[in-house]
């Protein structure tokens, strides 16, 4: 096992990286501050994994609520079957609230600890790739609303993250892609020398060999853990990490939550952001191609949806959460392993991207 | 005009206290960061107060949300109603959220600025003595859950508060009634030299004397102002704010939200705390029957909802947010002008109080 720290102050806390971890006690209970632990799941994670984690609970009083799968529940609606449950079990303040599943059960689950009885406790026990090297760290927390993602939720972070390597064995063809797609992200923005070895490893990580998934989780949350440390409420640097997210997040709309998964629409909302910045002249064309050439390696799609308009784009792009005054704001790469954010968009140039279809990312 | 200031380190923000204030842009242009403003405000207040806002918020984008007018639509349904607000109109991260209402707006307007986005900005420009002398300071937003009041909420600081004495005029009696039962709150938790003015000027206060009430909102806002700058996250001190809550509440959800105005329940409240402060032998049964004549001549109820048992009550009160491993906390009397808290209430005396009838704060 291997254990990082996440460096914000008095809310600092560790990351458990590696295998058999869900069944131990020890290290549930020094971040379990009263009696009460809601696990929050869903109906795919909770017949694999949901007795495993009670079993290391053992002493407290344990209550789960099983939500349905998927992204398109990612909503208020769905949300308050928690509050539900903890009212119902009659859990007070000193509770804490388990996340254990994906990405969505991470998010709605943190947002339901930041917002019951104004915050309780919360852990992070991330089940995918994705939330494994993403979205366990770095307390972002919320839900979607039928304008726009992720527009409703709070910063909250957990107590600890627990990522056991195991429970990737179960996980879908699919879902493993769409984890690679945020571990290159990492490497991409911040970390050139990590980008080259996925480009070398990415056979090993689509294999699933425990070291080379092991390594790339820590790197990806050694990453993550050191940007958000310098900028946790993102009011700078921290927007680097959403890469891709732009482009992405108006596929997601465009498509209603949970038809391509997040880490698909980010492959491709990355593919996207290189394309333009290829057109700026930031990248070259043969590194625009290996990069196209890694996503398709790691299974991921790399042209958008076929009926996506450039205005079905721009509509959706211009209620992300980093517009200013009315204006698109992206992250691009300046080379390859260093991003930046501008509101000093070329119009023509993100046009030529987004009408681009087959051609994307082929200089 | 006065200026107080509640310190809360980088957080830290004033009040402004006096008439005219509601068109006086100089208050406001500070305040805001970006270029957009969402007022949050009510059928009943709308027609009254809101042209009044908008002249003074000349070139900003301004818009407004006009909610339901009550306790009951303080829940997710109607809050959603701000985020449809937000999303349509395309308010970004700068945007200024601005509550222009009692109690109800100011929290539900305080929860949509502290999740839209992950949190925006946000005034509080109270119109009812209740939240001049209460809600609007101190930073706790939220909405009520069908099981329980405020359930659902963050703790998040306006950047000002505006509190404009003039709208007290239009103010309905039962309403200026709630409100001076958080002013005598004041005074017997923390403040027997205001408690003592409290009993004489009670005349004054009713007959709404703007020199009155501009001093005891002047007082109250201190008053709280220093426990809030104490404890802004209520861990300790905080919770004494809280005098006669755990019982208000529990009249509240068991009338149905709206029923009951919360100072009302809160008036009711205070006066069972103080009754079983009594049987404690903490107060003097002179001091019981004072407070109830205190009461009686606010206008407000001294007696609880008829068909509620004692079942009723406990099973209420057992999830209130102070309630720790299933027992009952509550906010008492040391004596009149400091208040404590306790899990260590004598059932015995609890069920007497809760079963005293019209006999209640009567020794």
Chains 1, 2 share one sequence.
Request: net charge negative.
């Amino acid at each position: 096992m291997n254990t990082l720290t996440v460096d914000l102050g008095e809310r600092s806390y560790p990351i458990f990286i590696g295998n058999g971890l869900l069944t131990r006690s020890d290290l549930y209970a020094p971040y379990i501050t009263g009696r009460q632990v809601m696990i929050v799941t869903n109906t795919t994670v909770a017949p694999l994994y949901l007795e495993k984690v009670k079993s290391a609970l053992q002493g407290f009083q344990v209550d789960e609520v099983i939500l349905p799968d998927g992204e398109s529940y990612k909503d208020l609606k769905t949300l308050n079957l928690i509050y539900d449950a903890l009212l119902e079990k009659q859990h007070n303040r000193t509770t804490t609230l388990l996340a254990l599943g994906g990405g969505v059960i991470g998010d709605m689950c943190g947002y339901a600890a930041a917002s019951y009885q104004r915050g309780v406790n919360f852990i992070q026990v991330p089940t995918t790739l994705l939330s494994q090297v993403d979205s366990s760290v770095g307390g972002k927390t919320g839900v979607n609303h039928p304008l726009g993602k992720n527009m409703i939720g709070a910063f909250h972070q957990p107590k600890c993250v627990i990522a056991d390597t195991d429970t990737l064995n179960t996980l879908p063809e699919r879902e493993l892609s769409a984890g690679i797609a945020e571990v290159i992200k990492y490497g991409l923005i911040c970390d050139k020398p990590f980008y080259q070895w996925i480009t070398e490893n990415i056979q090993a990580l689509m294999k699933r060999e425990p070291k080379a998934l092991a390594y790339a989780i820590e790197r990806s949350c050694q990453n993550k853990a050191e940007v958000v440390a310098q900028d946790e409420t993102e009011s700078g640097i921290r927007a680097i990490l959403n890469l891709g997210h732009t482009f992405g997040h108006a596929i997601e709309a465009h498509q209603g939550y949970g038809q391509w998964l997040h880490g698909e629409a980010v492959g491709t909302g990355m593919l996207q952001a290189a394309d333009l910045c290829w057109r700026m002249e930031h990248i070259s064309s043969d590194e625009l191609t290996a990069l196209r050439d890694l996503l398709i390696a790691s299974g991921l799609p790399v042209v958008g949806p076929a009926d996506m308009s450039t205005d079905d784009y721009i509509s959706r792009m211009l209620v992300d959460k980093k517009v200013l005054d009315g204006r698109i704001r992206l992250v691009l790469l300046k080379r390859i392993g260093e991003a930046y954010m501008t509101s000093d968009v070329p119009k023509d140039l993100l046009t030529q991207t987004l009408t681009a279809g087959d051609k994307l990312g082929l200089a």
